[in-house]
């Protein structure tokens, strides 16, 4: 199929045999991003990991990137994970009052959780200026990626006008300041912290000793590569989050079956933890189907052929725009039903969710929502733990139902595509929801082990971690 957007034409695959096809097995060729002088070589500074070009500079960040994320990191993350969302079902029994702070709960859960691994510091409440400053980040970079984000973006040759018609440059660089203070202050605190010898153990302390003078990038490019980590893990797991809550609260049935199991399984003294991930096949279920219906971005990010491309009886010539269409994958024949929240199509098949995306037959990938050949998101395996473990805390501690209007009635649930924010990241617009403790032994356990993980904190590896970040070695 072909686009055609303000004039620039693009091939959008929208099957699975073509993405495995094209954009992994021809990935050579079908790795790099077209001319995007606002969106990434202003707003951005050419620095941000999702928008730059295939080339050194993206192959050294990503390859840092990758041995923060891989598999062995991302279960060594875990009891972070484990403590961050014991917070979370507190914070919503003690805060939800108003139906409306879970948005920012869950917010905070995902945020401090890339921050304590990236900088070794805790985010442990919402009104932190730092949670606000990344999501005013993320705003910003799901604004301009969008296709229409900057004109400048579609026909590039604009940006070689004179500079007096170059408007757009206001607007990019103010984005590319805004971000650039949050990240350069985050590194900049941590260098003084590391020539004080004070600094906790982190990705970036390891970035620093490390990987730093050796991979050949200097601060500001250690400052982003950081930073990309963060944008990765907050705002799109978040809304992957608060879409979970607002379809299970609109599909009760769906409720019913994750308590039945949770019941069975984990019982009425204890809250889920990750020794119960085999256990609990729809829980796991709920969060595949989530990434299916409403996936992490709206749409792909165009790529731009860096050689000729063959597929089937089609020639695609060098310096070609292409992109594939997860909604389309995501509603292909293998799926009955597809527009239906469904999670019971993916029991059956225990595969977790990181490990589907290299088998070899294409029909066996559960999700496209982390893209595919070399950009595939290397925080899949992060994602999928930050969203069991919440998801199976959340759904065993509460029933989770529609506000109530000023009658006492309970107001409809929209999951259209109205529901969310025109953004490229997939995130519903703030809305309510009624968390109801599933019973008072069950309210008095959240309390209980919060009160317990608040005052032990927890250990990362040989890290302690208190309530507030990390302290140091045993």
Known sequence: MELNIWGMRIVVFGTREAVKAVIEKQSAYTSSRPEMPASCDVASGGYR????????????????????????????LRPAQQFEATQVIHDIL????????????????????????????????????????????????GTTALPYG???DTFPALAKLPMWMQTWRKE??????????LWTKLYNNLLKEIERNTAPECFVKHLVDNEKDRRGIDDTQAAFVSGSIIEAGSETTAGLLNSTWLYTAAH?????????????????????TFDDFDKLPYISAITKEIMRIRPVTSFLIVRRTTGDVVYKDYFIPKG?????????????????DPDEFK????????????????????RQRVTYAFGAGRR???????????????????????DIKPPLDDNGDEMPLDTSHEAYERSAIVVPKPFKLRFIPRSAHREKIIREEWAKAETEGYWLGDIKVNKNGMLSRS
């Open 172 to 181: 990019a660089k103010e984005i590319y300041d805004k971000q650039g203070r």
């Open 343 to 362: 999670p019971e199509r993916y029991l059956g098949s225990n595969v977790r969710i990181g490990q589907s995306l290299t088998h070899p037959d294409p």
């Open 320 to 336: 070609t725009a292409i992109a594939f269409s997860q909604n389309a994958i995501h509603h292909d024949d293998c799926y009955e």
């Open 376 to 398: 595939l998101c290397p925080g899949v395996h992060i994602a999928e733990n930050s969203l069991f473990i919440v998801v199976a805390k959340v759904l065993w501690a509460f």
């Open 49 to 76: 990991l999702l928008l730059m070009p295939h080339n050194d500079d993206w192959r050294r960040a990503r390859a840092i990137v990758h041995k923060a994320t891989m598999p062995k990191s991302a279960d060594n």
């Open 94 to 141: 003690t805060e939800n009052a108003d139906s409306a702070s879970f948005f920012h709960n869950t917010r905070r859960y995902t945020t401090s959780l890339m921050m304590t691994a990236t900088y070794g510091k805790r985010l442990p409440n919402t009104y932190d200026q730092d949670i606000k400053q990344v999501y005013a980040v993320m705003k910003d970079l």
């Open 252 to 272: 009760p049935e769906v409720l019913a079956r994750a308590n039945e199991e949770l019941t069975r399984v984990v019982g009425e003294n204890r809250s889920p």
């Open 150 to 152: 900057f004109l400048v």
